[in-house]
């Protein structure tokens, strides 16, 4: 009896040891193996010459021998080579690649893009990886086209430029814009933050020490926005303040503006809206309520700081942006239709509205900074006082006798889809709206 | 025996479709009557902005001459045009008429409502009172009630406030929040407050709730460029000036969209329009800002 068990228990061990789970690395060397053999017996059944998948291809293509002799290649080059991405017959897609440009990258590479991110690089959305990385080899890691920031730069070229010139710079941008940014998205954070500001600069700067409290006016700003006064990307001004400063801020006079630190809430503002500015700039909002036509913004919702950053800023005037993007926020269409113009108008397409516009307030519709159109545009188009169709306050539209005609008479100042800024594609259209004796 | 079927599968088709008919956006066109350009002396109207009426009057605010000019509707045509020009209003841009024809009009430049009578004499200006916090008000837009009660749509403290016709503070509304800019507000018959965010180009309205604004439509920026005016009718249309587009937007509770008319300078056409007005008639009327003159449409029955 006792010998019957012992065999039925070699039994049942025998039978343990062949169902147990290999090794990985025999399962892994078997995997390979059967690969290998598949691969092989594949390249029997299609006839296939021997390195069809990848060396054949370089007798055609020798530049990519040189290619692949770099230090970084892109893995399916390597195995199973070029057939990984390019079909070797035909294909409905351009280099004859088995999937569109677009979308063949995320075949293998799913997870680049996370659902729900907060922010996505363009190039990375838009499918052209290759913009940053070389898809066969390269001389950097990731295969990325050039080293460090010089590959953000070539995009990027006016941060590149205040980067370089900035006589301040922040460390952590010196060691690469990786150090603060995801390159393809983040689920945390806008403009593809790690995180976002103060908590991201609160990795490196510790707001509870005595310099950091002092810097900072003894005021509570642990939980501020930082960026609001620091160019974190490098400035001309110690401790990177934004090249504009705000004069109080500069003298750390904060309880011009702020309740101040013997306040229960220092951050707290004195006076709401225009009211706390008019303190200081007495003359700006008087000016302004002077006129019949104020811009809504200087009085509504947060007033001066809808456009002015109070502390400091990268632009002249204190503004938040610059003028075009700032001037967008709210005249989307407008800046939308210019750059959709066949003619751009030189004022618009530099960022320059207030050539034409009073930011604050004016007597006149739209803004403008003359009651008169045709003196407005003759500011810069001269010619328009002497030669030119007949024009002027003794000129009556013929369309309309409560009308003059003036340059917006036949132009669109913002542009239009014609050339030379003219509602109409056609001269003979345009003309005859007036000189109607000549329509046919 | 195939026409009767043919016939018959006409009448369920009819049956079927009575109903979609019946509840969906109602067509509403209009007709170009008439345009006003100049008052009783033949001076002409500069970029008019606002304009009030009623069936046998019109009152339309003459901004860029800083006056007002009152005209009479006989028989569907504009009579008189009496110039109206007075120390105390010096540039209206928004003007209601209340049920008694006194007259309400914004002043932009001082940023005030004046009262005025129906012939257009000054009676006094609208001194806001009892307000929960003392501050400037700066009125953007105004509007008036079945009931007489004055509304002002205040920028300067982004809310709604009501008043009795006198000033006397009533209740305020705040405005939504993520709002772009507020241009303009109306009110209905029933007292719902509309709300015209031009940046946007949405209208909220305080329909569910008389304290709160929520939307009423979507974003329309593909049907509207920077939108300013708004009135509502007694059917629940409202009729918003497409002001870069020169047009007029109607827009049914249901989403529904609507362009009336086209931009350009022949009458019947539009060009930066502003203020509007319709009548228990049905007429409407355009302040055509940019073409300096007010355009009547009549509706096609």
């Known amino acids: 009896m006792k010998r019957r068990t012992g065999i039925f228990m070699l039994a049942l061990l025998a039978i343990g040891i062949c169902l147990a789970p290999q090794a990985p690395a025999a399962t892994a060397a078997k995997t390979e193996k059967a690969a290998k053999t598949t691969k092989e017996s594949d390249d029997s059944k299609f006839h296939l010459k021997p390195g069809a998948r990848q060396k054949v291809c370089l007798t055609c293509h020798p530049t990519f021998e040189e290619v692949m002799k770099k230090p970084f290649v892109h893995t399916p080059l390597k195995n199973p080579g070029c057939i990984a991405c390019h079909s070797p017959h035909a294909s409905n897609f351009p280099k004859q690649l088995s999937a569109a440009p677009g979308s063949i990258c995320v075949t293998c590479h799913p997870g680049i893009l996370p659902k729900n991110a907060r922010s996505t690089h363009k190039a990375a959305l838009d499918g052209k990886c290759v913009q940053c990385h070389d898809q066969h080899a390269s001389d950097y890691k990731y295969n990325l086209r050039k080293a460090g920031n010089e590959l953000c730069f070539d995009c990027h070229k006016e941060k590149g430029e205040t980067i370089k010139n900035a006589k301040f710079k922040h460390v952590p941008v010196e060691k690469g814009c990786v150090t603060c940014h995801s390159p393809h998205a983040s689920p945390n954070a806008t403009a593809l933050l790690k995180s976002e500001a103060p908590e991201l600069c609160k990795g490196c700067h510790d707001t509870n020490k005595p310099f950091f409290i002092k810097q900072h006016a003894n005021m509570p700003v642990a939980n501020s926005q930082c960026t609001q006064c620091h160019n974190v990307h490098g400035s001309n001004k110690a401790g990177l303040i934004y090249d504009n400063v705000h004069k109080p801020f500069a003298s750390k006079m904060c309880n011009q503006c702020h309740e101040g630190t ?22 700006v909002v008087n000016d302004m309520f002077a006129k019949n036509r104020l811009h809504w913004p200087v009085v509504g919702k947060e007033a001066c700081l809808n456009c002015h950053n109070p502390h400091a800023s990268a632009q002249k005037g204190l503004l938040k942006t610059p003028p075009v993007k700032l001037c967008g926020t709210c005249y989307a269409d407008t800046i939308e239709r210019q750059e959709k113009s066949t003619t751009k108008h030189p004022p618009i397409k530099d960022g320059m509205c207030t050539a034409c516009h009073e930011p604050h307030a004016s007597d006149n519709v739209f803004l403008t900074v003359q009651a008169s159109t045709v003196e407005l545009c003759g500011s810069c188009h001269d010619y328009m006082k002497h030669s030119t169709h007949p024009i002027g306050e003794k000129i009556i539209d013929k369309r309309n006798k409560n009308l003059i005609v003036q340059c917006l008479s036949c132009h669109r100042s913002h542009g239009t889809e014609f050339k030379k800024m003219v509602p109409f594609g056609t001269v003979s259209e345009l003309c005859t709206q007036c000189h109607i004796q000549y329509q046919r | 025996m195939r026409g009767i079927n043919l016939s018959r599968c006409m009448l369920v088709m009819i049956v079927l479709l009575l109903p979609l008919h019946a509840f969906g956006a109602e067509e509403i066109r ?16 500069n970029q008019p902005e606002g304009v009030a009426c009623s069936n046998d009057r019109l009152a339309v605010a ?12 006989q028989g569907g045509e504009f009579k008189g045009g009496t110039e109206i020009r007075l120390s105390q209003v010096l540039y209206p841009i928004r003007i209601v008429r209340n049920s008694s024809g006194d007259l309400f009009v914004l002043d932009g430049k001082q940023r005030k409502v004046a009262r005025l009578s129906a012939d257009g004499s000054f009676k006094q200006y609208v001194e806001l009172s009892g307000l929960p916090v003392e501050g400037m008000v700066i009125p953007a837009g105004i509007s008036l009630d079945g009931n007489g009660l004055l509304y002002l749509l205040d920028i300067q403290g982004s809310r709604v406030l009501v008043f009795t016709d006198d000033g006397k503070y009533q209740r305020q509304i705040v405005l939504p929040k993520d709002y772009g800019f507020i241009a303009d507000l109306a009110v209905n018959s029933k007292g719902t407050v509309f709300l015209l965010d031009s940046v946007h180009a949405m209208v909220y309205s305080t329909a569910k709730d008389p304290a709160v604004f929520l939307p009423v439509t979507e974003r329309l920026k593909d049907d509207m460029t920077f939108p300013s005016n708004i009135i509502v009718d007694d059917k629940g249309l409202m009729y918003i000036s497409d002001q870069n587009n020169g047009n007029i937007v109607v827009v049914n509770q249901d989403g529904t969209i609507r362009r009336l008319f086209s931009t350009g300078w022949k009458e019947g056409a539009l060009r930066y329009p502003t203020q509007l007005c319709i009548n228990s008639n049905g007429d409407l009327f355009v302040a055509d800002r940019a073409n300096s003159r007010i355009q009547k449409f009549i509706p096609l029955k």
């Open chain 1, 262 to 283: 013997t306040s229960p809430k220092p951050l707290a503002l004195k006076k709401n809206g225009f009211e706390l500015c008019r303190g200081c700039h007495s003359n």
């Open chain 2, 30 to 45: 209009f007709k170009h009557e008439s345009s006003l350009y100049a008052d009783e002396k033949g001076v002409g109207l």
């Open chain 2, 62 to 73: 003459d901004t860029g001459n800083g006056r007002l000019v009152l005209f009479t509707l």
